[in-house]
C-alpha cells in the first residue's frame, strides 16, 4: 500500500486530507509543524508528501528542501494558501511535483497524487536502466583468469590498434562474438559501425545482397537500392560470423574485396570503396576445411593474418567460478530477481560439467536455475543435468574409483553375488570383475 504523509498546521484540514485519502487506499502518517514533518519522513519513508506552506517553526520550503537533503527523489506535493509568483516559482525550483492552492480541490487533489506515482514509477524504473546501462559499460565483460584467457586478452589488447583482418576460431558458445566486440570497442574506430553478419543463416543471394547491396531491379524483389554491410560499415568492423558456411562463389567474391578493397552492388556498375576491417569467425576449423577443397586456402591465409582460438570452457575450468559469479550478476538484472547465492558442492558441480555448449550453455543453465529458483540460492536439483544421469550421482564429489567400487558393489548385492550376471550388465570381462572385486575388496 502506498503511503502520504500530510505536514499541515491545521487540524481541520489533516483531518478533512487524512479520512478522504484513507477511503481512497493510502495510508496516511500526520505532522503539524515542520520539523515533526521532517522526523516523520524519516521514519516513515512515505511514498509522498503533502506539505503546506506556513507552517508554525520552519516553513514549507525551508521543510521541502530538508526532506529534499535526506532522499533527492522524495515526492512533495505542496499545499498553499499563497498563491503568489515568487513563492510558487521557488517550491517548484526546488523540486515540488505540483503546486496547490487552498480551498483544496479534492478531484484536482487526486489527479495530482496519481500524476505523482506514475511520474516516480517511471523514474525508478529509469534510473534502473542508467544503472543497469552504466554496469553494462564498467564491468570488464569478458571473464577469465586462465593462462589461455589472459592470452587472448593480450591479443585484443595488441590488434585492437591495428587493422589487420583477424580470425577467431573456437566452438560454439566460447565467445568469439565478444572478442570481436571487444577487439572493435578497444580500436580507434570504435564510434563506427559494428556490423555483424551471419553467413550461415541466409541464402547465397541474400547473403551476396546484404555484403555488397544492391541496385533497383537486380533480381526480382530488389525493388529499392540498398546498400551493403561494406557500406553500411564505413571504418568500423564487418564481423563475418560462421564464415565456413560460405558458398566458394561468395568465397571468390570476398576474397576479391579483401584483395583490392572495392566492390559493386548486385547489379551495379559503379566501383565503391571499403575501409571496414574485416573479423571472421568459425566454430568449424577452417583448416581443416580447406584440407577438404571446401574452403579457398588463399582466403584462409587472408582472414588469418591474426588468429585467435578461443579454448573450449572445460580446458580452463579454473574459469567457470569467476563467469558464474559474473553470469548470475547479468542474469538477475536481465530478469530482475536476486538469485546470487551457489553453495560450495554446486559450484563444484559447475566447475565440473563438461558444457559441450561452453559459456552460452552454462549461461542458459545458470538462466533456467535462476528463474525456477525459490529463493536467492541456485539448487542442484535445478541445474539441467539428464534426471537418470543426477540420480547415480553421488551427492559428494568423490573420486571416480569410489563411485566404480560402490556400483560394483551395488550390482553384486543385486543379483545376489552372481558374478556372471553382474559381469554381463557391467559390460566387463570375468577376469576384470575378479580383479575388480579383489581390488576393492568387494563382499560377495
Ligand atoms: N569469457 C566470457 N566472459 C563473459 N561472458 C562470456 C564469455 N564468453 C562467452 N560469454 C557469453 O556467452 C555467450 C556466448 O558468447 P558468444 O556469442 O560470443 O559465443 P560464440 O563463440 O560467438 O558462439 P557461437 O559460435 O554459438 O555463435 C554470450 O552471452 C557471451 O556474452
Ligand atoms: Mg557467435
Request: with cysteine; hydrophobic share 40%.
Amino acid at each position: 500500500m502506498k503511503s502520504i504523509l500530510i505536514i499541515d498546521d491545521d487540524p481541520l484540514i489533516r483531518k478533512t486530507l487524512s479520512t478522504h485519502l484513507s477511503k481512497e487506499g493510502y495510508d496516511i502518517y500526520l505532522a503539524e509543524t515542520g520539523n515533526e514533518g521532517i522526523n516523520a519522513y524519516e521514519d516513515r519513508s512515505p511514498d509522498l508528501v503533502i506539505l503546506d506552506i506556513r507552517l508554525p517553526d520552519i516553513d514549507g520550503l525551508e521543510t521541502m528542501q530538508r526532506i529534499k537533503e535526506k532522499s533527492h527523489g522524495a515526492t512533495v506535493i505542496i499545499i498553499t494558501a499563497y498563491d503568489d509568483m515568487k513563492t510558487t516559482v521557488e517550491a517548484i525550483k526546488l523540486g515540488a511535483f505540483e503546486y496547490l492552492v487552498k480551498p483544496l480541490d479534492f478531484v484536482d487533489l487526486e489527479l495530482t497524487i496519481d500524476k505523482a506515482f506514475q511520474m516516480k514509477s517511471l523514474e525508478e524504473k529509469l534510473s534502473y536502466l542508467v544503472a543497469e546501462k552504466e554496469k553494462e559499460y564498467t564491468i570488464d565483460n569478458i571473464v577469465g583468469r586462465s593462462p589461455q584467457m589472459r592470452n587472448v586478452f593480450k591479443m585484443i589488447g595488441s590488434v585492437a590498434i591495428t587493422r589487420t583482418n583477424i580470425l577467431i576460431q573456437g566452438e560454439s558458445g566460447t565467445g568469439k562474438e565478444l572478442v570481436a566486440k571487444a577487439i572493435h570497442f578497444n580500436s580507434p574506430f570504435s564510434k563506427e559501425p559494428f556490423i555483424v553478419i551471419n553467413c550461415s543463416a541466409i541464402s547465397d543471394t541474400l547473403l551476396e545482397s546484404e555484403l555488397f547491396g544492391h541496385v533497383k531491379g537486380a533480381f526480382t524483389d530488389a525493388v529499392t537500392e540498398t546498400k551493403g554491410k561494406f557500406e553500411i560499415a564505413g571504418k568500423g568492423t564487418l564481423f563475418l560470423d560462421e564464415i565456413g558456411d560460405m558458398s566458394k562463389n561468395l568465397q571468390s567474391k570476398l576474397m576479391r574485396v579483401i584483395e583490392t578493397r572495392d566492390f559493386m552492388k548486385v547489379g551495379g556498375e559503379k566501383i565503391l570503396k571499403t575501409e571496414a576491417r574485416i573479423i571472421a569467425a568459425s566454430n568449424k576449423k577452417l583448416k581443416v576445411l580447406v584440407d577438404k577443397g571446401l574452403f579457398r586456402e588463399d582466403l584462409y591465409y587472408r582472414l588469418k593474418v591474426v588468429e585467435i582460438e578461443l579454448p573450449p570452457l572445460r580446458e580452463r575450468k579454473e574459469d567457470i567460478p569467476d563467469l558464474v559469479v559474473y553470469l548470475l550478476e547479468k542474469i538477475n538484472l536481465e530478469i530482475r530477481k536476486n538469485v546470487r547465492k551457489v553453495p560450495p558442492q554446486v559450484m563444484k558441480l559447475l566447475t565440473n560439467l563438461p558444457w559441450k555448449g561452453n559459456v552460452r550453455e552454462l549461461e542458459n543453465a545458470l538462466t533456467r536455475a535462476v528463474i525456477l529458483a525459490k529463493g536467492d540460492v541456485i539448487l542442484q536439483e535445478n541445474l539441467p543435468i539428464e534426471r537418470g544421469e543426477r540420480d547415480l550421482l553421488p551427492k559428494e564429489l568423490i573420486p571416480l574409483k569410489n563411485v566404480e567400487r560402490s556400483y560394483i558393489q551395488h550390482v553384486l548385492s543385486a543379483t545376489k553375488g552372481n558374478k556372471t550376471q553382474t559381469s554381463q550388465i557391467l559390460k566387463i570381462s570375468r577376469p576384470t570383475l575378479d580383479k575388480k572385486i579383489r581390488e576393492y575388496k568387494l563382499n560377495l
